[in-house]
């Protein structure tokens, strides 16, 4: 059974820094592709950004890159996104999502986590 695991979400400030963590269970994830996504309040989902079975890197969201990155251990079963430089408009719930049909990154994978609160405010 595919289980995916956010955590590490929180209050911080403007310009501060915070790290998620998905923890993967029922599967081996560096076989494929995890991304995260994000949803804001009143807002739709987006794709943040995704790292492939191959370790490629797809910014799905111009607005981070430069602040956000994604990496993998593999031997933790875990995929991680660090945030830095935070600002008041990265305030979301972060989802990561994968789908065992795919080695590379999907816009729309079929098993998601539960998601963590990120909440950036002075």
């Known amino acids: 059974q595919v289980q995916l695991v956010e955590s590490g979400g929180g209050l911080v400030q403007p310009g501060g820094s915070l790290r998620l963590s998905c923890a993967a269970s029922g599967f081996t994830l560096n076989y494929y592709g995890i991304g995260w996504f994000r949803q804001a309040p009143g807002k739709e989902r987006e794709g943040v950004l995704c790292i492939s079975s191959s370790e490629d890197i797809t910014y799905y969201s111009d607005s981070v890159k430069g602040r956000f990155t994604i990496s993998r251990d593999n031997a933790k079963n875990t995929v991680y996104l660090q945030m830095n430089s935070l600002k008041p408009e990265d305030t979301a719930v972060y989802y990561c999502?994968?789908?065992?049909?795919?080695?590379?990154?999907?816009?729309?994978?079929?098993?998601w986590g539960q998601g963590t609160q990120v909440t950036v405010s002075s």
């Open positions: 999502a994968t789908d065992l049909r795919y080695s590379d990154c999907h816009r729309r994978p079929r098993s």
